[in-house]
Each structure stands twice: as structure tokens, then as C-alpha cells.
T-cell receptor, first 109, second 114 residues
């Protein structure tokens, strides 16, 4: 499975867009890009996933570059409740899901 | 739907004791898995199941057993607890192990082994 690289931490002002980058240069053709987040010590929460097209849902947008080697998760209007660890994962199937250390996002008032 | 439920929420064991962590889901999901998360780390896959009667090992299976007799339940057994197994344990389920489907996680069991 492809490995991902994320910055260890990021800050964002409340109400602003939070843009979380992820590099996955060894991604293969059948691997999806997934984003989960973990608030405090709760179980991870699914946010969004995509294969090669940009995706949007009620929580976030996912922008995948044309070569699929990187992606960006966008939280359009970050709130204090979005403070969490965000995991970018590339996966070819649930049993091959590997969680790295993620990006710790701090949303500040 | 209750989603994925885990019991107990907290547990303290002594070295050498055994116990079973319970996990259940009411979404008729085919795929279930167990992860452990050590402080400041990401999640590591312990065991997984792609259906009733079918289980397999993940990254860190040593010291743990699983079984899947029903679609709903996927218990994790610690055979002889060790301090190195102090961790937070998360159970997850998915409609299918296919890459197309997201995983739903339980609230976790916080285990301390003395």
C-alpha cells in the first residue's frame, strides 16, 4: 500500500478555510484516497474519499491532483470543533488500511 | 442504528490475566476489524474479518485472538495480558472490505495492564 506524508501540525483561524495537504506519490491505480479525523480520544470519524475526481460532501472537499500523487482536504469554514488529528490514507481495501501519525489541526478563535 | 458499540469503556488488568473486548455492529456490515492506538501514534491493525467464520491477521496480531461466529459480533481476546498491551482499542466495521467503502469506528476501550 502507498504511504502518505502529512505535516505534523497546522493552525487555522476560526471561520477560515483549513487546507490540509497530503502527499502519496506511490499511489497505485486502484487505491482510493481517504480522510478520517479523530477528535480528542474518540474513535476516528470518516470524512470523505475519492479515486481521481474531486469530491465534496457536507463536511469537506477533497482535491486530488491530476497525477494523483497528492491531495488536499478542505474544511471550508473551520470551527473550534474541527480541532482534531486528520489522517490521510490511501487504501486498496479495508483490511489494508494503514493509519500514519496524521496532521494535528488547531483551530483558534 | 447504534452503529459500532464497544464494551467495556475502561479496563484495568494485571499481567497474565485474560479478558475479552466486545464489539458489535447493527449495520449488517460484512467487514470488521480491531485496531490499537498507543499514545501519540496512529492506529495499527490487529485482526480483521471479511465475514462470519473468516478472520485474518493484521500488522500486530501477537497476543490476541479473534473469532467471528455472527455478522454482528467480533470479540477480541487477550490471552495473557502484558504491560505492552496497554493501549486504546478500536473496533471498526465496513459494508465491504472493498476500497469503495468507508469504515465506521466504535468509541474505543481504554485498557491498562499493570
Amino acid at each position: 500500500d502507498a504511504k502518505t506524508t502529512q505535516p505534523p501540525s497546522m493552525d487555522c483561524a476560526e471561520g477560515r478555510a483549513a487546507n490540509l495537504p497530503c502527499n502519496h506519490s506511490t499511489i497505485s491505480g486502484n487505491e482510493y484516497v481517504y480522510w478520517y479525523r479523530q477528535i480528542h480520544s474518540q474513535g476516528p470519524q470518516y470524512i470523505i474519499h475519492g479515486l481521481k475526481n474531486n469530491e465534496t460532501n457536507e463536511m469537506a472537499s477533497l482535491i486530488i491532483t491530476e497525477d494523483r500523487k497528492s491531495s488536499t482536504l478542505i474544511l471550508p469554514h473551520a470551527t473550534l470543533r474541527d480541532t482534531a488529528v486528520y489522517y490521510c490514507i490511501v487504501a486498496a481495501g479495508g483490511f489494508k488500511t494503514i493509519f500514519g501519525a496524521g496532521t494535528r489541526l488547531f483551530v483558534k478563535a | 442504528n447504534a452503529g459500532v458499540t464497544q464494551t467495556p469503556k475502561f479496563q484495568v488488568l494485571k499481567t497474565g490475566q485474560s479478558m475479552t473486548l466486545q464489539c458489535a455492529q447493527d449495520m449488517n456490515h460484512e467487514y470488521m476489524s480491531w485496531y490499537r492506538q498507543d499514545p501519540g501514534m496512529g492506529l495499527r491493525l490487529i485482526h480483521y474479518s471479511v465475514g462470519a467464520g473468516i478472520t485474518d491477521q493484521g500488522e500486530v496480531p501477537n497476543g490476541y485472538n479473534v473469532s467471528r461466529s455472527t455478522t454482528e459480533d467480533f470479540p477480541l481476546r487477550l490471552l495473557s495480558a502484558a504491560p505492552s498491551q496497554t493501549s486504546v482499542y478500536f473496533c471498526a466495521s465496513s459494508y465491504s472490505p472493498s476500497e469503495r467503502y468507508e469504515q465506521f469506528f466504535g468509541p474505543g476501550t481504554r485498557l491498562t495492564v499493570l
